[in-house]
């Protein structure tokens, strides 16, 4: 008997390599902000360089375990492992307390004004989505 009915079809495809990519992207902001020098800090805007040097380390391990858990979460999606969702949900889990933390407790829509909301819904929006896509793709048969 054929497997064939269990591939996923392209789409699936297609939005996991992309999410795989999305990820690495964050883990790449990740150490761009873990390892920020003093020149480039002192190049930003007094609002957000405060931002940056008054983080709190829960904040900053929320946003670690958020993109960390997105790579590997991804990189199972795309090897079609149920283990996705698991991990992709730990990752919504960080990256809903780094936007409880942006929205809520320090000043960023102040220091980046309106605009600069758009990315840290999007990355909400994009965590959800992974979540449902990936239990979706497992009620389907596509991930074991």
């Not at 390892?35 to 008054?54: C, G, I």
Request: with cysteine; glycine share 6%.
């Amino acid at each position: 008997m054929s497997n064939s009915i269990n591939k996923p079809n392209t789409g699936f495809w297609v939005i996991s390599i992309v999410a795989l990519i999305w990820n690495a992207m964050g883990v790449m902001a990740y150490f761009g902000q873990v390892y920020m020098t003093d020149d480039v800090k002192n190049a930003l805007p007094e609002a957000q360089r405060a931002l940056y040097e008054n983080v709190p380390s829960w904040v900053t391990a929320a946003f670690a375990i958020a993109v960390f858990a997105g790579l590997l979460g991804c990189l199972l999606l795309v090897l079609r492992k149920k283990l996705a969702t698991t991990v992709l949900t730990i990752s919504l889990l960080g990256v809903i307390a780094q936007m409880i933390y942006n929205f809520f407790m320090s000043n960023a829509a102040e220091a980046y004004g309106p605009g600069g909301m758009i990315m840290p819904i999007m990355v909400l929006v994009i965590a959800f989505f992974l979540v449902w896509f990936s239990k979706n793709a497992t009620a389907k048969g596509w991930l074991s």
